[in-house]
Structure formats: structure tokens, C-alpha cells
Nanobody
Framework: QVQLVESGGGLVQAGGSLRLSCAAS????????MAWHRQGPGKEREWVAG???????NYADSVKGRFTISRDNAKNTVYLQMNSLNPEDTAVYYC?????????WGPGTQVTVSS
């Protein structure tokens, strides 16, 4: 059974940085597209950044130039480097990854940015 677990969230001051990780465990024989999403307080879940299979990264306008998505295939891990954080980035961040032909979600990690 494949599982995803996010880590790296926490409390940071505005202007600070965090790096989120999403580690996949279990037997993995196929790895396709991946993405990060977030859900702020009282808001709907929104797409933040993605990396399609064989393609380059793309980002929501709200995070472009500040966030960077990357992957380490050897470690089955996806990262989201977040710089110049502001209070509007406060949310639970989720990774979504198509593995073995199925889309998986992690339980999320809380990011809180104080002003």
C-alpha cells in the first residue's frame, strides 16, 4: 500500500522560508505527475504547484517566483521550497502524486505565517 506523508510545516514570520517534503512509501513501480495544493482557513483547497510526468514545473500566479517544486526520484520524495512567505500563505499544504496509476494524497502539513 502506497502512502504519502508531508513534513516541514510550522510557524514562520512573514518574509521567512520553509521547505516542505512529501515522502512516498510502499512498493512504487510507476511515478507520474505530482502537485502541491493548499487549503487556507475558510477557503477551498487550491492548486499551488505541479510537475507533470516528463514536464517542467508550473505554479499558481500567487506563488510564482517564490515557491519551487522539485523531486528526488531516488528518495521517492517531492519538495516545495517556499520563500518570501506572507500571511496569505497560511494553510494546510497537501501533496498529490500519481503512483502506480493511482492518485494519492497525503494528510497535510500546517504552515502558519505570522505578520
Amino acid at each position: 500500500q502506497v502512502q504519502l506523508v508531508e513534513s516541514g510545516g510550522g510557524l514562520v514570520q512573514a518574509g521567512g522560508s520553509l521547505r516542505l517534503s512529501c515522502a512516498a512509501s510502499g512498493t512504487i513501480f510507476s511515478s507520474k505527475s505530482m502537485a502541491w495544493h493548499r487549503q487556507g482557513p475558510g477557503k477551498e483547497r487550491e492548486w499551488v504547484a505541479g510537475m507533470p510526468a516528463g514536464g517542467g514545473p508550473n505554479y499558481a500566479d500567487s506563488v510564482k517566483g517564490r515557491f519551487t517544486i522539485s523531486r528526488d526520484n531516488a528518495k521517492n520524495t517531492v519538495y516545495l521550497q517556499m520563500n518570501s512567505l506572507n500571511p496569505e500563505d497560511t494553510a494546510v499544504y497537501y501533496c498529490n502524486w500519481v503512483l502506480n496509476g493511482r492518485a494519492y494524497w497525503g494528510p497535510g502539513t500546517q504552515v502558519t505565517v505570522s505578520s
